[in-house]
């Protein structure tokens, strides 16, 4: 949509915007054997928005108006290029992506999530430490409260010493 060499975007601070783009979101495309430029990174985040949004719309039978659709993308994409909104950084860096449209990891768009641990089965609490452990693999940075304490007993790896007979 933009002419990069015509139109540069306002990434402000003295070029430090821009560095901390390059350095976060601007992701490496093999096609291209580099790494993406912003108006390409708009440009991935804006069509895997609405790539997901007619998935959903055709998943719940729901009317696709491809001209309005194309008018809000063109829009969404002026705001974002122009610095006018912006995703959240997870955004930036995840829409767009296999990591999205084929792994199926929406978590991966999170910033942040919270678990609680004040739960009543065992299994309920084994649950709490997976959310964290695949939340935090996906980057997700994750609160927990310690509700639980003292409702289970957790042992150590030393605590249990394992015989293996040969």
Partial sequence: MYDPQIRKPAFGFNGLGEIAYLRSYARLDPELGRQERWHETVERVVNGCFSMQKEHFSEHSLVWNQEFKTSQAMRMYDKIFNMKFL????????????????????????????????????????????????????GIGVGFDTLGKGRFEVFSPTDRVATLQV
């Fill in 87 to 138: 995703p959240p950084g997870r955004g930036l860096w995840a829409m767009g992506t296999p990591i999205i449209s084929d792994k199926k990891l929406y978590g991966a768009l999170n910033n942040c999530a919270f678990v609680s641990t004040n739960v009543h089965s065992v299994e309920e609490f084994v649950d709490c430490f997976a959310f964290l452990m695949d939340s935090s693999l996906l």
